[in-house]
């Protein structure tokens, strides 16, 4: 077993509160009250009412999350979120903490932009100067924008990607936030990047990204999932001996 305060002050090295994005992020202690000590972590993307079965067969000290659980102050979020609520209650009834780190991890060093740009296998990656939770890296040899769209779908294991090829017929240099970071392609057109990846664009960016003569690569925001291999190794480094309980139970929409 480990101290819940030693892994906390650990992963606030490279994660810290202060990273998040202040006046519309939620990050720390969701619910609950957190153990002294810790021997099994459950990880998870969103917990809700589809993963409550596996946290009670799993039986953990404490739940880690990405996105946060309740995002604001219980009394705002419940009084229109019964459901919430009413998962909450079930949760604090087991007496099981939930801890998130949201965009404080999207932008912290090892985190989620760092792995994602790790599957993509960018090589001298570095922070966008004018976004730091971006990363811009380079590819180890330029693609063909459209062979480098189906290359990076399977890299992050996806079904389907949304491409708008405006720009480079040929790419090597990338900035990418995963998640819902669609806004900042101008920040990755201003360093000089062939492509952007993010993810839930409408469709006035989409637009512009057209006028701009610029490509963006949309893929869905589960392509976030990569946060629980990235956790648990994380974890693991800090105490071997932890048991550390991931789960990936969201299903992508259905292309028809």
Same mark, same amino acid.
């Given at each position: 077993?480990?101290?819940?305060?030693?892994?906390?002050?650990?992963?606030?090295?490279?994660?810290?509160?202060?990273?998040?994005?202040?006046?519309?992020?939620?990050?720390?202690?969701?619910?609950?009250?957190?153990?002294?000590?810790?021997?099994?972590?459950?990880?998870?993307?969103?917990?809700?009412?589809?993963?409550?079965?596996?946290?009670?067969?799993?039986?953990? +000290?404490?739940?880690?999350?990405?996105?946060?659980?309740?995002?604001?102050?219980?009394?705002?979020?419940?009084?229109?979120?019964?459901?919430?609520?009413?998962?909450? =209650?079930?949760?604090?009834?087991?007496?099981?903490? *939930?801890?998130?780190?949201?965009?404080?991890?999207?932008?912290?060093?090892?985190?989620?932009?760092?792995?994602?740009?790790?599957?993509?296998?960018?090589?001298?990656?570095?922070?966008?100067?004018?976004?730091?939770?971006?990363? *811009?890296?380079?590819?180890?040899?330029?693609?063909? *924008?459209? =062979?480098?769209?189906?290359?990076?779908?399977?890299?992050?294991?996806?079904?389907?990607?949304?491409? *708008?090829?405006?720009?480079?017929?040929?790419?090597?240099?990338?900035?990418?936030?995963?998640?819902?970071?669609?806004?900042?392609?101008?920040?990755?057109?201003?360093?000089?990047?062939?492509?952007?990846?993010?993810? +839930?664009?409408?469709?006035?960016?989409?637009?512009?990204?057209?006028?701009?003569?610029?490509?963006?690569?949309?893929?869905?925001?589960?392509?976030?999932?990569?946060?629980?291999?990235?956790?648990?190794?994380?974890?693991?480094?800090?105490?071997?001996?932890?048991?550390?309980?991931?789960?990936?139970?969201?299903?992508?929409?259905?292309?028809?």
């Amino acid at each position: 077993m480990i101290e819940m305060r030693k892994i906390l002050i650990n992963l606030a090295k490279n994660f810290p509160k202060r990273l998040a994005k202040k006046h519309h992020d939620h990050v720390g202690l969701m619910t609950g009250k957190m153990p002294g000590k810790v021997q099994k972590i459950f990880l998870c993307l969103d917990l809700d009412w589809e993963v409550l079965p596996e946290v009670i067969k799993a039986k953990p +000290d404490v739940i880690i999350t990405h996105h946060p659980f309740i995002f604001g102050t219980k009394a705002s979020v419940f009084k229109w979120d019964i459901s919430k609520k009413e998962l909450c =209650e079930k949760i604090d009834e087991m007496g099981i903490p *939930v801890y998130s780190f949201h965009t404080n991890f999207d932008e912290g060093k090892g985190g989620m932009n760092d792995a994602l740009s790790g599957a993509l296998g960018l090589e001298n990656v570095y922070c966008n100067p004018f976004n730091p939770m971006m990363r *811009v890296g380079y590819l180890p040899e330029e693609m063909d *924008v459209n =062979e480098f769209a189906k290359f990076a779908k399977e890299r992050f294991d996806v079904s389907y990607g949304l491409l *708008v090829n405006s720009g480079k017929e040929k790419v090597k240099k990338v900035g990418i936030i995963g998640g819902g970071g669609s806004r900042d392609y101008v920040n990755a057109i201003k360093e000089d990047c062939d492509i952007y990846i993010s993810g +839930d664009v409408p469709h006035y960016v989409r637009r512009d990204v057209v006028n701009r003569k610029f490509n963006y690569l949309d893929f869905p925001h589960e392509i976030e999932k990569i946060f629980m291999p990235t956790m648990k190794n994380i974890l693991l480094s800090m105490d071997d001996s932890l048991e550390i309980v991931t789960i990936d139970h969201e299903k992508l929409p259905k292309v028809i």
